[in-house]
């Protein structure tokens, strides 16, 4: 594995990359935790531990989009499918499952679940459930 000095100070190797938009243009620099911090707290920048290969965007994108995307709120009707749950609260169906189970309800993904079971599994996940109007 290659190292790669700061491209802030130069003088220390660098330990991260670190990923800025600024009007629209992505700029990444390898800076050292030094540097990264002087420059990271406060900016809208997203760092991540180095690696010799150069990050491809669609894992940046991604990141950002599986650390964002779960709503705080969703509306859903009286019953529901276990498997269209976890789709409307964008998380992973084991997630869902494992809810689930802990509460002792045995499912699968095509089964349905009532709109008090809906709303427990949303308080464990952190999703507000409201039941959609009509
Ligand atoms: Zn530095």
């Known amino acids: 594995m290659s190292k790669t000095l700061c491209d802030g100070c130069e003088k220390r190797w660098a330990a991260v990359v670190v990923t800025r938009i600024e009007n629209g243009i992505m700029t990444s620099r390898n800076l050292c935790q030094k540097c990264a911090d002087a420059e990271g707290e406060g900016g809208r920048c997203y ?3 180095i690696s010799p290969k150069v990050v491809p965007l669609s894992l ?3 990141e950002r989009a599986s650390s964002s995307a779960t709503p705080s709120e969703i509306s859903i ?3 529901i499918k276990v498997n269209d749950l976890a ?3 964008n998380v992973k169906l084991f997630r869902v499952l494992g809810v689930l189970i802990s509460l002792k309800v045995f499912v699968t ?3 349905m679940l009532d709109f008090a079971t809906a709303v427990t599994v949303g308080q464990r996940l952190g999703v507000k459930v409201k039941k959609l109007p009509g």
Request: hydrophobic fraction near 25%; charge should be negative.
């Open 47 to 49: 760092r991540e531990p």
């Open 60 to 62: 940046f994108s991604e």
């Open 77 to 79: 009707p009286d019953f």
């Open 87 to 89: 789709d409307a609260m």
């Open 109 to 111: 993904k095509e089964s």
